[in-house]
């Protein structure tokens, strides 16, 4: 509905070029209730919009959680599922650059989804790991150390603010190099997992280019660093994290193409139970479709690609139009 509106108020165009948009990454996010509102920058293209050029979308991330750690007379279960909604805003200006307005809403519940997974892994003969000992669609954030926390009701919210911009700095016929910055502010709610209770500041660059490697496929990558302040999980965790990702879309149809994508970032704990599964590395497979001009729709799923690092799970649905 509010992507309606904001549609309806603004007056329509034809602008920019569908096959770009077609092939541009994931906005992926690590909904781990651990990183999640870390401010870490999700990938965009290296191209600014062009002067006047207006991208709305809205997207829908359902993650969900099983962790049962214990190490060195700490503890960390995580178990439940989180929702979460983005409305995003992008605007392009002169002299390339682009600015952008990310607001989140955030749930924490129970869920519904464990049925489903289960009987996903069971007919494939996987592991269930920790989800064979956790009860079906239950609330539980808990970690027993120095900055234990524990959360074991549905909790949802506004989360961090997010406020981008982007310079494209030199581009040619097939490529494009950007720089960008965002700052995130501590909008949500740290004891809600809605927030990280701290600001935010990141600064990075990214590279795209069409006709990568086969004519049909392009690939993008980005690179940067996030200052993330205090945690409210582990007093002496790192404040500074660098972050990576590097995606690939195939243009299997003038209106469809297929989106792969992996990103990560440094742990930024110290705590042995928190940082257990190491750095956290997420992978992003699905589809982008086209239905009309200017018209996006995205439907992934997101893995922990390192176990526990990420949700077990997280499904993703967008949609984006652009003026």
């Not at 602008?15 to 690590?30: K, Q, V, W």
């Not at 209730?33 to 006047?52: H, I, K, Q």
């Not at 809205?58 to 989180?82: F, I, K, M, Q, Y």
């Not at 997420?282 to 239905?291: A, D, F, H």
């Amino acid at each position: 509905m509010i992507l309606c509106l904001c549609a309806a108020s603004m007056p329509a165009a034809s602008r920019g070029d569908d096959s770009r948009d077609l092939t541009a990454p994931i906005a992926s996010r690590n909904l781990s209730p651990l990183y999640a509102n870390l401010g870490v920058p999700v990938m965009t293209r290296a191209a600014s919009l062009e002067e006047g050029e207006w991208i709305v979308d809205s997207t829908l991330h359902w993650a969900s959680h099983a962790v049962l750690e214990r190490r060195g007379g700490e503890g960390l279960e995580l178990d439940g599922e989180t929702q979460r909604l983005d409305l995003r805003l992008q605007r392009g200006f002169g002299r390339k650059l682009s600015l952008s307005l990310n607001l989140p809403y955030i749930r924490h519940s129970g869920g519904n989804l464990d049925g489903l997974i289960d009987g996903w892994h069971a007919f494939w003969g996987m592991p269930d790991g920790p989800r064979g000992v956790q009860p079906d669609d239950r609330l539980r954030y808990a970690y027993t150390g120095p900055e234990g926390f524990e959360l074991d009701s549905s909790r949802s919210g506004l989360g961090d603010v997010e406020l981008g911009a982007k310079l494209q700095v030199s581009a040619g016929d097939n490529w494009a190099l950007g720089v960008f910055a965002q700052y995130k502010f501590a909008t949500g709610d740290s004891s809600d997992f809605t927030g990280s209770g701290e600001s935010g500041a990141s600064l990075g660059a990214r590279w795209s280019r069409q006709r990568c490697v086969f004519a049909d496929v392009s690939c993008h990558l980005q690179i940067g660093v996030s200052e993330v302040g205090d945690s409210a999980f582990d007093e002496d965790a790192d404040t500074v994290t660098p972050f990576l990702g590097f995606s690939l879309a195939w243009l299997i149809h003038p209106s469809v193409s297929i989106l792969a994508q992996i990103d990560t970032h440094d742990v930024i704990y110290e705590a042995a139970v928190l940082r257990e599964n190491g750095s956290p590395v997420w992978g992003t497979l699905g589809l982008r479709w086209q239905p009309a001009t200017r018209w996006l729709i995205d439907a992934q799923f997101v893995e922990d690609l390192a176990v526990g690092s990420a949700p077990d799970v997280t499904f993703r649905f967008s949609l984006s139009r652009g003026f």
